[in-house]
């Protein structure tokens, strides 16, 4: 039971290349798209194709980065640190998805959740890497006199 939820859970919020598989790209040659184009074609096959590949590195990179952007804005902590109801509705949804419906879509409200907190995150990592040279460059000062 305990391996269901994670697949699923890892299904769920690996959202960016299960949907553009299924609706944009199909799963292999088999599929049959509503009309053939130029991309279809170079698309087509996910083993041979260039383009396929680096679309889905893309498509999945874009949410590990997103995420660890989030992840970062929620462990570096400030002084007067407002966003713990965000975490509160991440949280909330990732248990309401263990027993709700799997579909990839419904976790779409939570995007501009993550896009604050990756935005925060980018924010203090900013800050952190300021202070860390501003650190560097008092601490070579200081050997000078």
Same mark, same amino acid.
């Given at each position: 039971?305990?391996? @269901? @939820? /994670? &697949?699923? *859970?890892? =299904?769920? =919020?690996? *959202?960016?290349?299960?949907?553009?598989?299924?609706? /944009?790209?199909?799963?292999?040659? *088999?599929?049959?798209?509503?009309?053939?184009?130029?991309?279809?074609?170079?698309?087509? #096959?996910? *083993?041979?194709? %260039?383009?396929?590949?680096?679309?889905?590195?893309?498509?999945?990179?874009?949410?590990?980065?997103?995420?660890?952007?989030?992840?970062?804005?929620?462990?570096? &902590?400030? &002084? #007067?640190?407002?966003?713990?109801?965000?975490?509160?509705?991440?949280?909330? @949804?990732?248990?309401?998805?263990?027993? =709700?419906?799997?579909?990839?879509?419904?976790?779409?409200? @939570?995007?501009?959740?993550?896009?604050?907190?990756?935005? #925060?995150?980018?924010?203090?990592?900013? #800050?952190?890497?300021? +202070?860390?040279?501003?650190?560097? &460059?008092? +601490?070579?000062?200081?050997? %000078?006199?």
């Amino acid at each position: 039971m305990l391996a @269901l @939820l /994670a &697949k699923k *859970e890892y =299904w769920l =919020w690996t *959202e960016g290349t299960y949907q553009v598989q299924r609706y /944009a790209f199909g799963a292999g040659q *088999e599929d049959a798209y509503y009309y053939e184009t130029p991309i279809t074609l170079k698309v087509s #096959n996910p *083993e041979t194709s %260039k383009i396929r590949k680096a679309l889905d590195y893309i498509m999945k990179g874009q949410y590990l980065v997103l995420t660890i952007l989030s992840l970062i804005g929620l462990v570096i &902590k400030d &002084k #007067n640190d407002k966003k713990d109801l965000l975490l509160y509705f991440i949280i909330g @949804l990732f248990c309401f998805y263990l027993i =709700w419906e799997i579909k990839s879509r419904y976790i779409y409200c @939570l995007y501009p959740v993550f896009l604050i907190l990756a935005t #925060n995150g980018i924010s203090k990592l900013e #800050n952190k890497i300021i +202070e860390y040279k501003e650190k560097r &460059k008092g +601490e070579r000062n200081i050997g %000078k006199i």
